[in-house]
């Protein structure tokens, strides 16, 4: 009998640790990064890589920033036994000098369910990290090149969405990484967040505009980013009216006209 009862004992230990071992393990090649010197508006961006050297699929539930200030994404399929994925942190450092300190923190159903990643950096205006450079240093930048610098949207109505594409190649010699959008309307935004791009390779911006006031518009749009020689502007205009419904009557010089 006693030999009966250490064999069940045994039993159970060997399933629990068959049913411990039966899940998906997050192996990251990294869980910290430094990006070192950040010029002030561009999107700091690192992708933290990992394999399931797992048994099961894991799936991430949620990734969770420390502050406002950085984005996070992931990988929204199931990553089976073998296979890779990657949590992204994306930090906004527009209008944020100095240095930066944050973490994102992985939710899983892996072995460990909560796994915390950090980054870090310093935020420098462009001519104080032009100064901590070495001409070699500076001849490896990126730079940004339009295709065109403007785009004439013509009649549209006020809080009308419409979209301006703009071709931008980078002629440099490192990562582009296309920043934030200032405008004195504040009515222009990215349709999607700008990926970075490759030296020597071109890639489509696409600027939402929505006008908010009637009349001839003409918005200067500084397009930031981490080309050292400067950021890019592009101007937009339209003639904004209230209906562009045809039959509408709109003001022009005073008197009501049909809008033609």
């Given at each position: 009998?006693?030999?009966?009862?250490?064999?069940?004992?045994?039993?159970?230990?060997?399933?629990t640790?068959?049913?411990?071992?039966?899940?998906?393990?997050?192996?990251?090649?990294?869980?910290?990064?430094?990006?070192?010197n950040?010029?002030?508006?561009?999107?700091?961006?690192?992708?933290?890589?990992?394999?399931?050297?797992?048994?099961?699929?894991?799936?991430?539930?949620?990734?969770?920033?420390?502050?406002?200030?950085?984005?996070?994404?992931?990988?929204?399929?199931?990553?089976?036994?073998?296979?890779?994925?990657?949590?992204?942190?994306?930090?906004?450092?527009?209008?944020?000098?100095?240095?930066?300190?944050k973490?994102?923190?992985?939710?899983?159903?892996?072995?460990?369910?909560?796994?915390?990643?950090?980054?870090?950096?310093?935020?420098?205006?462009?001519?104080?990290?032009?100064?901590?450079?070495?001409?070699?240093?500076?001849?490896?930048?990126?730079?940004?090149?339009?295709?065109?610098?403007?785009?004439?949207?013509?009649?549209?109505e006020?809080?009308?969405?419409?979209?301006?594409?703009?071709?931008?190649?980078?002629?440099?010699?490192?990562?582009?990484?296309?920043?934030?959008?200032?405008?004195?309307?504040?009515?222009?935004?990215?349709?999607?967040?700008?990926?970075?791009?490759?030296?020597?390779?071109?890639?489509?911006v696409?600027?939402?505009?929505?006008?908010?006031?009637a009349?001839?518009?003409?918005?200067?749009?500084?397009?930031?980013?981490?080309?050292?020689?400067?950021?890019?502007?592009?101007?937009?205009?339209?003639?904004?009216?209230?209906?562009?419904?045809?039959?509408?009557?709109?003001?022009?010089?005073?008197?009501?006209?049909?809008?033609?």
């Amino acid at each position: 009998m006693k030999n009966f009862v250490s064999l069940l004992f045994g039993l159970g230990l060997l399933l629990t640790g068959f049913g411990a071992s039966a899940q998906g393990i997050m192996t990251f090649e990294k869980d910290a990064h430094d990006f070192s010197n950040v010029a002030e508006g561009t999107m700091a961006s690192y992708e933290f890589k990992f394999k399931n050297t797992g048994t099961q699929p894991i799936v991430i539930a949620n990734v969770q920033a420390s502050c406002g200030c950085t984005t996070p994404d992931w990988t929204k399929t199931p990553v089976l036994p073998g296979k890779s994925g990657m949590v992204k942190a994306v930090y906004s450092s527009a209008g944020r000098p100095g240095v930066f300190n944050k973490t994102v923190t992985v939710t899983s159903n892996a072995a460990t369910p909560s796994t915390v990643l950090s980054i870090k950096g310093t935020v420098l205006g462009k001519d104080e990290l032009k100064s901590k450079l070495t001409p070699a240093q500076l001849a490896q930048s990126p730079h940004a090149k339009l295709n065109t610098t403007s785009h004439d949207f013509g009649k549209m109505e006020v809080g009308q969405q419409s979209i301006a594409r703009f071709a931008v190649q980078n002629t440099g010699k490192q990562d582009l990484v296309l920043g934030m959008l200032s405008s004195s309307c504040n009515c222009v935004g990215y349709k999607a967040t700008p990926q970075p791009i490759k030296p020597g390779q071109s890639a489509p911006v696409e600027l939402i505009y929505a006008p908010r006031q009637a009349g001839q518009s003409l918005e200067v749009v500084t397009m930031s980013s981490n080309d050292l020689s400067g950021d890019a502007k592009v101007t937009l205009q339209a003639n904004v009216v209230r209906d562009l419904n045809a039959a509408s009557m709109v003001k022009e010089s005073g008197s009501a006209v049909p809008f033609k």
